[in-house]
């Protein structure tokens, strides 16, 4: 990643309220450790996906969303084993046309400014979390994939023991 990357771009289905209320845009693949470097997460809006979770309803191919990044972390989708959560402390509803350039891969680093967003002025709000309404719990294969990135080591050098 170059000094200048410090932006996570993804091409979502979802709506900013699904989002929001998931705590953060996932599930995608993507290098944890680089997108822990970036400070901003900007959604942008696949509106020909028709996949049943498709509910965002924003113009194709603009930027829709951009939060702070917090932290990476596994999805919690069921099934998706692998797939990491990208979480943020605060965010902005913006409306920028044009911001997808039709990359294959949904997800791209870049900058700010080559999407031609521009903060000055932008209203942020803090993401306020509904810890009971967030679930906590986590498949062997999630907490696996989180710790292997944690301690640096492929996921096959993690072993868990769950005692009953």
């Known amino acids: 990643m170059s000094e200048t990357e410090n932006t996570v771009v993804v091409f979502t289905a979802k709506s900013s309220e699904k989002i929001l209320s998931e705590g953060g845009s996932q599930a995608w693949k993507l290098d944890p ?24 309803s924003e113009p194709h191919g603009s930027a829709f969303l951009v939060g702070r990044i917090s932290r990476i972390t596994p999805a919690t989708e069921v099934g998706v ?3 990491w959560k990208i979480e943020f402390s605060e965010f902005a509803r913006i409306s920028q046309a044009d911001a997808w350039t039709g990359d294959r891969n949904p997800v791209r680093y870049t900058t700010l400014a080559s999407l031609g967003i521009n903060l000055d002025g932008v209203e942020f709000h803090k993401l306020e979390r509904n ?3 967030v679930s906590t719990a986590l498949t062997i294969a999630q907490a696996k994939a989180g710790l292997a990135e944690t301690y640096g080591v492929g996921v096959d050098s993690i072993e868990i023991v769950i005692r009953g």
């Open 33 to 56: 450790s680089r997108a822990r470097k970036c400070e901003w997460l900007v959604c942008t809006q696949n509106a020909h996906n028709y996949e049943e979770y498709a509910d965002g």
């Open 81 to 83: 084993e692998g797939r």
């Open 131 to 133: 810890e009971t309404a």
